[in-house]
């Protein structure tokens, strides 16, 4: 079992930045691709970005790419989030994701990922 714990999220005016961290449980953390995918109300979960067990690959949304960076610490067992020139369309709550097994391809979907934090509130005001 992982346990995955966000933080990081908060209330940030249009073009700032915030930093989001994923801290996982467990000592298998660098076994797993890891996602994070946001929820604005009303809409449907959304693929954000991946990134490989080693860190080696990435795959950014459309909407993301060129803003959002993710990276990971597999020494402490966390994945980060970094999100530059926020538009009030990113304002969701935004989740981690780890998928067990070291695959050649990312994943975008959420029933293809095994674990899941409890979201942290991102709110962007124009």
């Known amino acids: 079992q992982v346990q995955l714990v966000e933080s990081g999220g908060g209330l940030v005016q249009a073009g700032g930045s915030l930093r989001l961290s994923c801290a996982t449980s467990?000592?298998?953390?660098?076994?797993?691709?890891m996602g994070w995918f946001r929820q604005a109300p009303g809409k449907e979960r959304e693929f954000v970005v991946a990134?490989?067990?080693?860190?080696?690959?990435?795959y950014y949304a459309d909407s993301v790419k060129g803003r959002f960076t993710i990276s990971r610490n597999n020494a402490k067992s966390t994945v980060y989030l970094q999100m530059n020139s926020l538009k009030p369309e990113d304002t969701a709550v935004y989740s981690c994701a780890a998928r067990s097994g070291r695959d050649l391809r990312l994943r975008i979907l959420p029933r293809e990922y095994d674990y899941w934090g409890q979201g942290t509130q991102v709110t962007v005001s124009s």
């Open positions: 467990g000592r298998t953390f660098s076994s797993y691709a």
């Open positions: 990134i490989s067990w080693s860190g080696g690959r990435t």
